[in-house]
């Protein structure tokens, strides 16, 4: 039998990001969406070379930023049973407000913003109607 062509309940797509401290970011995705960590491979002075967190069905990848992959700020959009819940975990993980939730006509999502502490802009979103 043929194995399968990527790793078993990920999604054809994910998101790499390269964070100034991967760790921090992984400790933002942990509180405030109940990630877990899946992967990690450790650099020889303890740095994140890379790491996989799955947050509902999703996998996003990590790593430490250096010379040769510098940090760059990314945006993700992630839908949650209730964003205004998990809107103040990631305040409490220390977010930063981008947009408060709201629902705009037109739009069946109420969403907010957040930033994490890496500059990594987060839009919770909730589909209401």
């Known amino acids: 039998m043929k194995p399968n062509f990527k790793p078993q309940d990920y999604n054809s797509v994910s998101v790499y990001i390269m964070a100034a401290d991967a760790q921090m970011v992984i400790d933002f995705m942990h509180a405030t969406f109940n990630a877990t960590e899946t992967r990690r491979y450790e650099t020889p002075d303890g740095g994140i070379m890379h790491a996989e967190v799955k947050i509902d069905d999703t996998i996003v990848m990590i790593a430490d ?58 839009w919770i979103s909730t589909q209401i109607s």
Do not use: C, L
Not at 94 to 106: A, I, L, R, S
């Open 65 to 122: 930023a250096g010379e040769d992959y510098p940090a760059f700020p990314v945006w993700m959009h992630v839908y949650v049973p209730d964003v205004d819940a998990t809107f103040k975990r990631a305040i409490a993980a220390g977010g930063t407000v981008v947009q408060d939730p709201v629902q705009k006509e037109g739009d069946p999502d109420k969403r907010g913003g957040i930033s994490d502490p890496s500059g990594n802009i987060w």
